[in-house]
């Protein structure tokens, strides 16, 4: 097993370059980088500035002068454009700036955004407690529910019970969850019906005045409705996920000589079944968290104004402000490889016969 661990590790490196590579390539055919955004900036304030002094909306000096490669830059002298430039790094290579680009990343140097005036890993640590916060408590409620009503669905296969719950299972998944979210924000936030909770933000204006127990409520209560909108949608696949493994197991052999043993029904489940059955349950927790972390709260974040890491990295992306882009989607990726790796631990953990490094050897 240390082996396998040893080896996964070192491959977590090419994994992450692979895919960073694969952005940073896919990011230089975007149209309207930061580079040409500087320009349309700075076009703008020198026809300001020369309608102030001329009277006239007259065109920047060396207007006309030859062509560039920049939208919008024919009007703008060679060395402005060279000095815009300078400005963000793109007046070296793309390969070389890219190599640049990951090696202060793997010493978790990710610079200084282009258009906020702050330092990359600060945004980063400013945002990632919002975003942490959704992940952590959606992951939570979805496991909590999914796993003893996929039980409860395999105990009870072909009943009233398992219908009508598999019907409920259908519609929460097929409801997304910016919907949910807008329906939970007009009966319980004030926007029709009752106002029971916050509309915006995780806590509240006074939040470091109150006391800790005070600060708890105040964050639960902010956290209710952001959550709830999630876990509707999160929770159908793990419980259909948790049934179908549960009622794999149930009709293996195993399971038919434990009850001739005259074992009970939960004994059975909770001692034999459970421990087997829930490794592919395990399986799909750092998909989940991811999922929750990033692509499931990002509309989220947008709707009750929560100012998180995904909205971060989304509005990064729309700015084209490449230095939080990339360093949000460096963090995500190698928090998804780590995670999978600790997913594998824990398969080895709960049931010690499976060692993946005997598959490699």
């Known amino acids: 097993m240390l082996n396998y661990l040893i080896r996964r590790v070192l491959l977590i490196i090419p994994t992450l370059f692979g895919i960073m590579l694969i952005n940073f390539i896919v990011v230089q055919f975007a149209p309207g980088g930061p580079v040409e955004q500087a320009i349309a900036e700075f076009e703008g304030n020198a026809v300001d500035a020369t309608a102030r002094f001329s009277g006239g909306g007259g065109a920047p000096a060396g207007a006309g002068e030859g062509s560039s490669k920049y939208r919008g830059a024919q009007g703008l002298r060679p060395d402005i454009i060279e000095e815009i430039e300078k400005q963000f790094g793109f007046d070296k290579p793309a390969h070389e700036r890219f190599l640049l680009m990951m090696g202060d990343y793997l010493r978790f140097d990710f610079g200084e955004s282009y258009f906020r005036d702050q330092r990359v890993i600060d945004l980063v640590a400013d945002k990632l407690p919002v975003s942490v916060s959704l992940g952590l408590w959606t992951t939570f409620f979805v496991y909590l529910v999914s796993i003893p009503l996929g039980i409860a669905k395999a105990r009870r296969d072909g009943s009233r019970f398992d219908a009508w719950t598999s019907g409920v299972v259908v519609v929460g998944y097929a409801i997304p969850g910016f919907l949910f979210a807008i329906l939970l924000i007009v009966l319980f936030s004030g926007g029709r019906y009752l106002d029971w909770f916050p509309l915006r933000g995780l806590v509240s204006d006074n939040f470091d005045q109150l006391s800790t127990w005070g ?3 105040d964050y639960l209560w902010h956290i209710t409705l952001p959550v709830l909108s999630m876990v509707i949608g999160g929770f159908a696949s793990l419980t259909m996920l948790t049934k179908n493994s549960f009622l794999d197991q149930i009709r293996l052999q195993y399971v038919q000589t434990a009850r001739a043993k005259g074992l009970t029904e939960n004994r059975v489940m909770y001692g034999h079944v459970f421990r087997n059955a829930m490794l592919i349950v395990i399986a799909g927790f750092p998909a989940a968290f991811i999922s929750a972390l990033f692509t499931g709260s990002l509309l ?40 999978q790796l600790i997913g594998d631990i824990t398969y080895h953990l709960i049931d010690p016969r499976i060692d993946f490094g005997s598959k490699a050897t």
């Open 215 to 217: 600060q708890i409520k």
């Open 300 to 339: 989220i974040e947008v709707i009750f104004s929560l100012d998180g890491l995904g909205l971060l990295g989304f509005e990064a992306a729309i700015n084209r402000d490449y230095p939080v882009m990339f360093a949000t989607l460096y963090i995500f990726t190698l928090l998804g490889l780590v995670l």
